[in-house]
C-alpha cells in the first residue's frame, strides 16, 4: 500500500467531516498498512473466518487510518470513506464493531482495549486456536489504570499470541505526555511487567516486519512493540504539534498538506 496516498484519504476524510483526529492517525498508518499488507491473517471476502486474526484498535480516535486501509484491502466501498463522522454513517468518530466487516470491536474509552485483546487471546489458546491477536495502544492511554490490569493479567497467562504495538507519539490532546503525566521509560516498564520489550522506529518498514518476526518467534510472555512515531508524520506543520491531535484541517491546510505529500 502508497502509504502516502492513505495519508491523502485520511485527511480528505477528516477535512470532509471537520472533525477528527490527523496527528495519530497519520502516524500510525504505516504500521497498519504492514499489518494488513503482510501480517495479519486476514480475508476481506470472508471476514468472519474463524482462522483469522484479530487486531483491536484501542485507541479508536485514529480510526481514520484502518479505515483508509480497510477499504484499501477491500472490506468496504472506498467511497464510503467520505461519510465519516457523517450521520448514520458505518464510519464514526470511533469504530463500531457491527458497523463493518473488519472491526473486532468497539472503542472509544481509552485505556481498555488490552483488556479486550487479552481476554481473546486467552480464549484462544485455552481452545489451542493458532490466531494472533494485534492491539494498538496509545501511549497517553497507558495513563489509565484499567490499561495496567491488563498488562499484568496478559502477563500471568502467558499470552503469547498476543501482541501489543504502542504508539509512542508523546503527544495526547492536552500537550505533551511527559508534561501531563510522564510516562518515562515504557521499556523498563513492560520488562518489570515480564513481557518481551522491543523498541522501533514506526515508520521503518522493516524495523516493522522484523519486530513483527520476532514477536510471533517468542514465546512464554505477551509481546509489546514501543513504536517511536511522529505524530503528522509528513505534514510539516502538523508533525510533533499537540495542537493537531484532534484537529481538522481547512481547506488552505488540505492544499499544503497534499503539496508536501506528492
Known sequence: MNTNNLRKEILVMIHQANSGHPGGSLGM???????????????????????RDYLVLSNGHIC????????????????????????????????????????????????????QASGMALGLKRDSKPNKVVVLTSDGEHQE???????????????????QIVDRNKIQIDGKTEEIM???SLKKKYVAFNWHVQ??????????KKALKKAVKAKGKPCVIIAKTIPGR???????????????????????????LK
Open 29 to 51: 498508518v504505516d504500521i497498519i498498512a504492514y499489518l494488513y499488507s503482510d501480517f495479519l491473517n486476514v480475508d476481506p471476502k470472508n471476514p468472519d473466518d474463524p482462522k
Open 64 to 115: 481514520p487510518a484502518l479505515y483508509a486501509v480497510l477499504a484499501q484491502k477491500g472490506f468496504f466501498d472506498k467511497k464510503e470513506l467520505g461519510t465519516l463522522r457523517k450521520l448514520g454513517s458505518n464510519l464514526q468518530g470511533h469504530p463500531h464493531r457491527t458497523a463493518i466487516k473488519g472491526i473486532e470491536t468497539t472503542s472509544g474509552p481509552l485505556g481498555s482495549g488490552l483488556s
Open 145 to 163: 489504570g484499567n490499561h495496567w490490569e491488563g498488562v499484568m493479567f496478559a502477563a500471568k497467562y502467558g499470552l503469547d499470541n498476543l501482541i
Open 182 to 184: 510522564p510516562l518515562d
Open 199 to 208: 523498541e522501533i522506529n514506526g515508520h521503518s518498514t522493516w524495523q516493522i
Open 234 to 260: 509528513g505534514v510539516s506543520f502538523m508533525e510533533n504539534n499537540y495542537e493537531w491531535h484532534g484537529k481538522a484541517p481547512n481547506k488552505e491546510e488540505l492544499e499544503k498538506a497534499f503539496e508536501e
